[in-house]
T-cell receptor, first 117, second 115 residues
Framework: AQKITQTQPGMFVQEKEAVTLDCTYD???????LFWYKQPSSGEMIFLIY??????QNATEGRYSLNFQKARKSANLVISASQLGDSAMYFC??????????????FGAGTQVVVTP | DAMVIQNPRYQVTQFGKPVTLSCSQT?????MYWYQQKSSQAPKLLFH???????NEADTPDNFQSRRPNTSFCFLDIRSPGLGDAAMYLC??????????????FGPGTRLTVL
């Protein structure tokens, strides 16, 4: 079963506007972590932001913020004031539990963002 | 700067000809991962090393092997590449710990072409 669902395959956004990328997840673990990564066309995965399942505050990192709604199992990424350099594929990922294999990241299918002038 | 390095960035091999991709890290992380990412798809974990312990994903084909001779280096060996193995291969590292937060640091990837 799909653990991470990203329903938006692609989005266009105008420069300087905000954009929200959707992510829902499925887990029965109480302890888990949610990550967002950016992948430009060059291929490197760049870590953006993290939200822990026990974190009460929504995570923020510069222009990135995470809208974490635990009861709905959603972790949407908000990019404020979009820049041309934000054009990339964005992946939501989850790590479950505290077992030794907890390091495994499960990725969603990704959302391709294109920022237009 | 501490980082994850992958060589080569682009690799071309022939159908059935063994190929080795390399990954090195200066972060001194004890966990290293290999992901396969096909075009327009999410990365898929092949296996990971927790220190020297090798952990294979259940659906990773036997054609894929890995070696970790020391903390800094990890290799991905594809014994007999098929056309379906053409993909980007991403190496990542993280440090183990008590919380679920430990981001994975990714290398730039090796794009493998199989002719």
């Amino acid at each position: 079963a799909q653990k991470i669902t990203q329903t938006q395959p692609g989005m266009f956004v105008q420069e300087k506007e905000a954009v929200t990328l959707d992510c829902t997840y499925d887990t029965s673990d109480q302890s888990y972590g949610l990550f967002w990564y950016k992948q430009p066309s060059s291929g490197e995965m760049i870590f953006l932001i993290y939200q822990g399942s026990y974190d009460e505050q929504n995570a923020t990192e510069g222009r990135y913020s995470l809208n974490f709604q635990k009861a709905r199992k959603s972790a949407n990424l908000v990019i404020s004031a979009s820049q041309l350099g934000d054009s990339a594929m964005y992946f939501c990922a989850m790590r479950e539990g505290r077992t030794r294999s907890w390091g495994k990241l499960q990725f969603g299918a990704g959302t391709q963002v294109v920022v237009t002038p | 700067d501490a980082m994850v390095i992958q060589n080569p960035r682009y690799q071309v091999t022939q159908f059935g000809k063994p190929v080795t991709l390399s990954c090195s890290q200066t972060l001194n992380h004890n966990v290293m991962y290999w992901y396969q990412q096909k075009s327009s798809q999410a990365p898929k974990l092949l296996f990971h090393y927790y220190d020297k312990d090798f952990n294979n994903e259940a659906d990773t084909p036997d054609n894929f092997q890995s070696r970790r001779p020391n903390t800094s280096f990890c290799f991905l060996d594809i014994r007999s590449p098929g056309l379906g193995d053409a993909a980007m291969y991403l190496c990542a590292t993280s440090i183990s710990g008590g919380s679920s937060y430990n981001e994975q640091f990714f290398g730039p990837g090796t794009r493998l072409t199989v002719l």
